[in-house]
C-alpha cells in the first residue's frame, strides 16, 4: 500500500502602524487528498489586509484583498456522474466587514465579499476564460441584534435579525446556466434561564424563501427552505 504525504507552509505578519491601526501580510498553501486515480487538490492564497479598531468607539472595522491559485480541483459531471478534475483556477478577491457595538443595547455586523473567479487552465474542454461555476460574484450579510437586560427572576434576552445576500453564479463551467441574486433572512433569540443555562433558538430563511440553487441537466433542485433550531445549553 503506497503512503503520500507533502509538507505545506504559512506564514503571516503584522504590523501596527498605530494604536488603532494595523496591517498584516499571510501566505499559506494547502493540500486537499482526492479519490483514487485522481491528483490531490493544491492551492496557494497571498493576502493583504487592514484593521482598524476607533479609539473611543467600541467597533473593529477590517478590509483585505487576496489572490486564491488552486489546481486540479475535483468535480462531479453531472451527466456521468464520474470525478473529474480542472486544471487550475484563480479567485482574486476583496473582503470588508464592520462589528460595531451601537447604543440602546444594540450591536451590529456587516460584511462584504467582491470575488473574480476564473479558470486558467481547463484541458481540451475550451472553459478557459470563463468564470467558475458555484461561485457568486458578489456576497453580503448584516446581522443586528438587540439584548434585553434581564431584571428580577427574568434573564438577558438577546433578539437577532439579519440577512443573507448572494449574486447570481453559473450552474456550469461552461457558463451557458445561471441562477439569479436571491436574499434570505435569518433569526435568532437566546434567554438566559439561569447563570449557566440558556436557551437559543435560530431560525434560517425565516421567510422559506425559494430559489434554483441548481439544476439545468433535467432537473432543478431548490435552496434549503426555512429551518428552525432548539437548544438548551448548560455550562459548568
Known amino acids: ?68 491559485t488552486k489546481s486540479n480541483i475535483t468535480r462531479t459531471d453531472p451527466v456521468t456522474s464520474m470525478p473529474s478534475t480542472i486544471g487550475e483556477v484563480r479567485v482574486r478577491g476583496l473582503d470588508l466587514e464592520a462589528k460595531a457595538e451601537l447604543p440602546n443595547n444594540l450591536s451590529l455586523t456587516a460584511a462584504y465579499s467582491y470575488l473574480d473567479s476564473e479558470i486558467v487552465e481547463n484541458g481540451t474542454s475550451g472553459n478557459e476564460g470563463n468564470r467558475l461555476s458555484f461561485v457568486p460574484e458578489h456576497i453580503a450579510s448584516v446581522w443586528l441584534n438587540y439584548t434585553l437586560e434581564g431584571r428580577g427572576r427574568r434573564g438577558d434576552m438577546t433578539f437577532g435579525l439579519g440577512s443573507r445576500y448572494e449574486g447570481g453564479y453559473y450552474f456550469d463551467d461552461a457558463n451557458t446556466l445561471e441562477t439569479g441574486g436571491h436574499v ?7 434567554y438566559k434561564l439561569q447563570e449557566n443555562v440558556s436557551f437559543e433558538l435560530n431560525v434560517s430563511n425565516l421567510f422559506n424563501e425559494k430559489h434554483v440553487a441548481y439544476g439545468g441537466f433535467g432537473a432543478d433542485f431548490y435552496n434549503p427552505g426555512r429551518e428552525i433550531k432548539a437548544t438548551l445549553r448548560s455550562t459548568w
Do not use: C, I, N
Open 184 to 190: 434570505v433572512f435569518d433569526a435568532a433569540l437566546a
Open 1 to 68: 500500500r503506497g503512503e503520500y504525504s507533502v509538507l505545506t507552509s504559512r506564514v503571516g505578519l503584522t504590523y501596527r502602524l498605530t494604536e488603532q491601526l494595523a496591517t498584516y501580510a499571510s501566505y499559506a498553501e494547502s493540500v486537499v487528498p482526492a479519490s483514487l486515480g485522481l491528483e490531490p487538490e493544491r492551492g496557494k492564497q497571498y493576502e493583504v489586509g487592514v484593521k482598524y479598531r476607533p479609539a473611543g468607539f467600541p467597533g473593529l472595522f477590517s478590509a483585505a484583498v487576496y489572490d486564491l
